[in-house]
């Protein structure tokens, strides 16, 4: 039997509302945005991300497919009720645009969407493993486990120390943090892969929630195998339409009734349990792994 | 006031464009699927198709550039799981369909024919990479009037057959006549455009950019079949878009590429188009 209880996607609808920027700051190499998404944050579940229109509302230049972004956190800000925080790595054109609005920018926002991370039905250890921007669900995922009487262990990754999600604030909720660096800059130097064997073994955790490249979810998923832990990890694939219409985002999984077959990113997933998805044809389908 | 179209009735002239709506599951957060004039669903095949490696889809400025091979659980799941869930919904259910052989075709109509909740079957015989996936070559407008023919003659009387041709000019008059002749109730004008991914994969192309093209077919077959049942599909984001293929000819359109962009344009332009509708009706 799984440890974990498997949330229903229907539960909760997303919404497609306007949204306005109120606040953001830089953190390292990335951009933390404040939004004012009505509905929305109140629906949110650790997992869920959003879709932003790139373009502002109503303009001829918008770009067509959604750009998808990690809820990171959800937090009352006077006067507005709660808000959405996301971590925006300015990467390509989207995300740049992103990165660049000042406070006041009206935004379109669909959310929240997508499967979330299932809970565990007992207070077990658990191990949570996130790499650079995609460590930004794993915040509030951990203040739920806590609650829940979880031991939060975490393992946080990034190229350097700009790219790594505050450790600071993660040592709040959490039992034990690791830090890896693959410039060695924080922590230990290295890759979540040279070291999750070893962060799990220690941690005892039943179940590892993963966010980040599909190269660390897939080690992370082995790791979890070996060591007799369930694994549930946050596949990001490019996605259009985010919200389960086009069929863009294939992941190709194994099915509850062994049956391989290919389901959506963004609907189906993006968190998937790791045991199910087939690894070595997803890694090949996505090109080098990033 | 309702909309005949070729037999099928539709509540305004809105209807999601095949492969666009996901479901149906997903589109339901954001509209009550009874609201639309239709759902058409993504094309069904008679087996399950896994649908082509990724990338599938990317921009290009005004358009989606897409290769999604025509993914699909195949007709048996399909008819035990998604069908009964969009007519529960109250949706007006038009399924797309396709096949490798005649006899597919065939046996597509004879089992959609039978089943409860088909309000139509709309034939996709303008898949932009559909030789390349593997489905019978109709791009010549003979072949395709062979494929209506034979789905017509396995649907029951009163189910109505929707032909959708290729937005290709030069053919698409002559492709609209041969598909009404052989028994299509209403044609559908058109598709993606026939384009190719930056590795040079077959793909179609969709969106804003294709919208003036589409719209000149539309154009051409109402000039050329006055009493054609036309839908007009490429590229219709807004209500003036919309509005200008009714002008020129189109009974409904269908939305695609929009809705992929904002969930809730098909929600909009049903409510902005019914309500016009009553007002002139
Ligand atoms: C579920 C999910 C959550 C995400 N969360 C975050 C986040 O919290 N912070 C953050 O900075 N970024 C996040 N991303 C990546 C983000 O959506 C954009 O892909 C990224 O910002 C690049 O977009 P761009 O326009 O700047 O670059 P471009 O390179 O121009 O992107 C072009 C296209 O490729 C797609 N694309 C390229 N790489 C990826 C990728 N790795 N994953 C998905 N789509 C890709 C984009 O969606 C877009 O359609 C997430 C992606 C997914 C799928
Ligand atoms: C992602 C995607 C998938 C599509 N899948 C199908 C399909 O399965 N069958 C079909 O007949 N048309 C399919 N189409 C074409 C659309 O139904 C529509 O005819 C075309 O995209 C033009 O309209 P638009 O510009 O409003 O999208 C697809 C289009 C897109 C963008
Ligand atoms: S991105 Fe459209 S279905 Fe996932």
New binding site residues.
């Given amino acids: 039997m799984s440890p974990v209880a498997e949330p229903t996607t229907a539960t909760r609808t997303p919404l497609h509302v306007t949204g306005e920027l109120l606040a953001t700051k830089k953190v390292g190499a990335y951009r933390h945005l404040t939004l004012v998404a009505p509905g929305v944050p109140e629906r949110f579940r650790p997992g869920n991300?959003v879709a932003v229109s790139?373009g502002a509302p109503g303009s001829d230049t918008t770009r067509l497919?959604r750009?998808?972004?990690?809820i990171h956190q959800v937090k009352p800000v006077g006067g507005y009720g709660p808000t959405l925080q996301?971590?925006?790595?300015p990467?390509?054109?989207?995300?740049?645009w992103l990165a660049s609005l000042a406070p006041g920018a009206r935004l379109e926002v669909t959310g929240p969407l997508?499967r979330p991370f299932a809970l565990p039905k007992e207070p077990v250890s658990c191990l949570l493993v996130g790499e650079g921007?995609?460590a930004?669900p794993l915040f509030p995922l951990a203040e739920r486990l806590r609650e829940r009487g979880c031991a939060v262990n975490l393992l946080v990754a990034g190229a350097d120390e700009a790219h790594l999600l505050s450790a600071l604030e993660a040592r709040r909720s959490a039992r034990a943090v690791t830090v890896v660096t693959r410039d060695g800059s924080v922590g230990l130097r290295g890759e979540v892969a040279d070291v999750v064997d070893d962060v799990l073994g220690r941690s005892q955790a039943a179940v590892v929630y993963a966010a980040g490249p599909l190269a660390t979810l897939h080690a992370v998923a082995v790791a979890a195998e070996a060591h007799g832990a369930w694994s549930q990890t946050a596949v990001?694939?490019?996605?259009?339409c985010a919200t389960g219409l086009c069929q863009g985002c294939p992941v190709p999984v194994v099915g509850e009734d062994g049956v391989a077959r290919r389901v959506r990113?963004c609907a189906d997933g993006?968190v998937l349990r790791g045991d199910r998805v087939r690894w070595a044809e997803l890694l090949g389908e996505a090109g080098e792994p990033r | 006031m309702s909309i005949d179209l070729g037999g099928l009735t539709l509540a305004n002239p809105v209807m999601v464009a095949s492969g666009c709506g996901g479901t149906g599951r997903e589109l339901a957060a954001y509209v009550d699927l009874h609201e639309l004039g239709a759902f058409v669903t993504r094309t069904i095949t008679l087996n399950p198709r896994a649908g082509g490696p990724v990338p599938r889809i990317l921009?290009t400025p005004s358009g989606l550039v897409h290769a999604v091979g025509l993914q699909n659980p195949g007709l048996e799941p399909f008819l035990a799981s998604e069908l009964p869930q969009l007519v529960q919904q109250g949706a007006r259910v038009v399924v797309s369909i396709a096949g490798t052989t005649l006899g597919e075709y065939a046996e597509l109509a004879r089992r959609l024919g039978r089943a409860p909740g088909v309000a139509a079957v709309e034939v996709n015989l303008s898949s932009p990479d559909a030789v390349a996936s593997g489905v019978l070559d109709v791009r010549e407008p003979f072949h395709a009037a062979n494929v209506v023919a034979a789905v017509h003659r396995e649907l029951p009387r009163g189910l109505p057959l929707l032909a959708k041709v290729r937005p290709d000019l030069i053919r698409v008059v002559e492709s609209a006549r041969t598909v009404l002749e052989a028994g299509a109730a209403a044609v559908v004008v058109g598709n993606a455009l026939p384009a190719a991914m930056p590795d040079g994969r077959p793909a179609g192309l969709s969106g804003p950019a294709i919208r003036p093209l589409a719209l000149r077919c539309v154009t051409e077959v109402r000039d050329a079949l006055p009493d054609a049942a036309i839908v007009g599909c490429g590229g219709i984001a807004d209500e003036a878009d919309a509005r200008s293929f009714l002008a020129a000819g189109a009974t409904a359109v269908q939305v695609g590429t929009a809705l992929l962009h904002d969930p809730t344009t098909a929600a909009r332009l049903a409510r902005a188009l019914t309500t016009d509708r009553e007002v002139i009706g």
Wanted: hydrophobic share 45%; net charge negative.
């Fill in positions: 991300f790139i497919a750009r998808a972004f990690w996301l971590v925006v790595e990467t390509g054109p989207g995300s740049q997508g921007y995609a930004a990001e694939q490019p996605l259009t990113a993006p | 921009e």
